[in-house]
């Protein structure tokens, strides 16, 4: 699933083309989970925020476009079609190397069934939803009401914005029982982060995936690590392992992972195996020597 590097990256790569632009026409896919996206039709596109993994465009009617990836979601512009027709989604290039294979097992062709939802601007582009698996998420609500979005509504404070000190985030994890691993992963400790940051994060304090309470120096090391992944990360255009594009093609972040994903792997600090189990029904890869606690 796209976490917060690969959304800020779709955001940064979607604001110029998008903010100022007015939605001419609009479809949806009838499903609860895509129906309102058709609601932004007549609306103009004033700002493209990011909230934890969601995509909020600030419509200047006074409702928000919030769009959620899931594991699969991609966002294009395709080519202009007539009123009424489903667009195709080019496919886009990767920047270089094995993801080419990867790619070209997602270039969608005309009419795709897996677009969920489009908007055509008043510039004549069309930008397009594309959705194999549906786990995405589109709504039209009003400005800031996210109640029908709970985890959306529930979110804890951005990493990377100035307003998240390490003794809040200390003092927040001891309020909870919940391993370490499963607070990052819960959207309420923090916002954004999925398997991917966390696992390389805790690598990097040092800390152990299943730890229930750490100590004020390990919170400080841990936030300092958080951020340090997920800014590196959006600095190489995201991490892309199966299903995340972003505009401009495959990220290149998945090339510098020190932990996620290299189970069997010898550590890249002291040559120890590394081990995966599954906490709270997700996957964690750790080092048993240098995350002994």
Known sequence: MPELPEVEVVRRQLAGPLVGRRVTDAWAHPSAKFASGADAVGSEFETLRRRGKYLIAELDCGRDLIVH?????????????????????????????????????????????????????????????????????????????????????????????????????????RRSSQRIKTQLLNQRLVAGVGNIYADEALFLARINPSARAISKPRAERLLAALRDVLAASIERGGSTLRDYYSLEGAGDNQKYFVCYGRVGEPCVRCGTELRRRVLDQRSSTWCPRCQRR
């Open 69 to 173: 990836l899931g594991m699969t979601g991609r966002l294009c512009f395709a080519a202009a079609t007539a009123a009424g027709d489903v667009p195709s989604m080019p496919a886009v290039q990767p920047r270089d190397g094995p993801a080419a294979e990867v790619m070209a097992q997602n270039a969608v062709s005309a009419g795709d069934p897996y677009v969920r939802a489009w908007w055509r601007l008043d510039n004549g582009e069309t930008l397009c939803f594309h959705d194999v698996r549906r786990f995405g998420r589109i709504a039209v609500c009003d400005r800031g009401d996210y109640r029908g979005l709970p985890t959306l509504a529930a979110m804890g404070p951005e990493p990377l914005e100035g307003g998240l000190d390490a003794g809040t985030f200390w003092q927040a994890s």
